[in-house]
């Protein structure tokens, strides 16, 4: 899709991590010549997309050509050596702004990584750039008032999500191999879904947090995107200091997962249920089904609570900048931060114990499956002229209440569609970040086989 009558998206992901780390190790192509097509992407499609904020191609550059000589004499320091990444612009990129998408903190320059951004500099993968975000991460559209809006590369009309939309639309577009984002209720899983990418929130705390601008330390987490669940499970084993075999990936027996019933619990667009049902023809290839009921679970009124505790530990993080510079902040998130200041103990003390209790009774309803099957959100990317859809994260925020490990993946092959596919999570139980992304992995298998 390279439409040019300006409304037209540019959805065109590129070569899979894993396909281009074989194509490295043969030597059919080199990281410094894939950074400069990466480049020469971001030179023709990000000035409509807008979702690099600032970029370091000299360091970029030599750390590719040190890469080069790396793969050349068979010493590649990893399966991501020379592989392109962007980073969201709440975690901190050395020598870049680091402002989490908040125009008071413009001028801050991050001095050091961030240890996710170290571990995987370290590994040789090579960082782009610092990516648009929804303002202080606390929003679903990435239409940022101090940095522009950023686009879907399906549709330049159509939202990438949020809050970590520059990261998905940068995957999407092909300007990086992977990137780094943020989900606090959903922010990696339902910008890749929209952007018809791979998302993978990790088992909390399993990446570590050190150098993120944080808005909810209680939920946040930092998590890949990338085109596919293997290329997700190999940024992910690196980041975890694991080692990966030549397989790339976790190979996995027959599956037990369980099918998420949610009754009248959450609106769902009719396409969404659709083709969340007939899914079951491809999970059934590697896995065999249980349903497990929700439908008594208060989505909405669960994501709410966690979006108060987001509001009050968001408070908690900016009131000194805000009182300082009240202009750096939109009127939006200055009220939203208010709300969070004005509640009573008693209330923020509620909101933590639903949040709680939901983990607790959410682990158990799947602890006798390997995991279980979701849509990612209960709607498709909208219009930044219609209205924001309250329940976004309604089916995405209960991993993080939960700590579970999960990981988003299309529906169908966006390959030769009009219009981006649903996605579909895969949640496992905490520290089974393999499990989800195997089954991820299986069912893309299944998917594109049918």
């Known amino acids: 899709m390279n439409g040019s009558d300006g409304r037209q998206g540019h959805f065109s992901p590129g070569p899979d991590l894993v396909d281009l780390a074989a194509a490295f190790r043969s030597g059919a192509d080199a990281p410094s010549a894939a950074l400069e097509r990466r480049l020469a992407r971001i030179e023709a499609v990000n000035p409509v997309l807008n979702a ?6 000299d360091a970029a550059r030599a750390e590719a050509a040190a890469a080069d000589e790396r793969w050349r004499k068979g010493a590649a320091l990893s399966p991501i050596d020379g592989a392109t990444f962007g980073v969201k612009a709440n975690i901190a990129v050395a020598g870049l702004p680091w402002h989490g998408g908040i125009g008071a903190y413009r001028e801050r320059v991050a001095a050091s990584d961030a240890d996710c951004v170290r ?80 998302g993978h929130k990790p088992t909390f705390n399993a990446v570590p947090t050190a150098g993120l601008m944080e808005l909810s ?33 976790v190979r996995r027996g027959r599956m037990r997962l369980g099918v998420g019933r949610w009754g009248g619990a959450v609106d769902c667009d009719d396409a969404i249920v659709e083709e969340f049902a007939n899914a079951t023809d491809a999970l059934l290839s590697f896995a065999d089904l249980v349903d497990i009921d929700l439908s008594d679970f208060a989505f909405g009124a669960l994501r ?17 900048a805000m009182a300082e510079s009240a202009k750096g902040f939109s009127k939006a998130f200055r009220d939203l931060m208010d709300w969070g200041r004005e509640q009573s103990p008693e209330k923020v003390e509620r909101a933590y114990a639903a949040v709680s209790s939901a983990g607790d009774e959410f682990r158990s309803r799947i602890a006798n499956v390997d995991a279980l099957v979701l849509p990612t959100a209960p709607q ?68 594109d086989s049918a």
Not at 192 to 197: E, Q, V
Not at 226 to 248: E, M, Y
């Open 304 to 320: 709410r609570q966690g979006l108060l505790i987001s509001e009050v530990e968001g408070y908690a993080a900016h009131s000194a």
């Open 52 to 57: 690099f904020l600032d970029l370091r191609i």
């Open 217 to 249: 330390p209680t939920l946040d987490h930092v998590g890949p995107h990338a085109t596919s669940a293997r290329a997700c499970d190999v940024v992910l084993s690196v980041l975890r200091g694991g080692k990966i075999g030549v397989d790339f990936g």
């Open 119 to 198: 571990i995987l500099k370290e590994a040789g993968a090579v960082a782009i750039g610092i990516l648009n975000m929804h303002e202080g991460a606390l929003g679903a559209t990435t239409d940022n008032p101090h940095f522009g809006r950023c686009r879907n590369p399906w549709s330049l009309e159509l939202t990438p999500g949020g809050s970590s939309g520059g990261s998905a639309a940068a995957v999407g577009a092909g300007m990086c191999v992977f990137s780094l984002g943020t989900d606090t209720m959903g922010s990696v899983r339902i910008p890749s879904a929209y952007c018809s990418i791979v």
């Open 380 to 447: 498709g990317p909208f219009a930044f002229s219609s209205p924001t859809p309250s329940n976004q994260a309604d089916f995405t925020a209960i991993a993080n209440f939960a700590g579970c490990p999960a990981t988003a993946v299309p529906l169908t092959r966006p390959a030769g569609r009009r219009t981006p596919p649903p996605s579909v999570q895969f949640i496992a139980r905490p520290g089974d970040d393999d499990v989800a992304l195997s089954a991820a992995a299986a069912f893309e298998r299944a998917r």
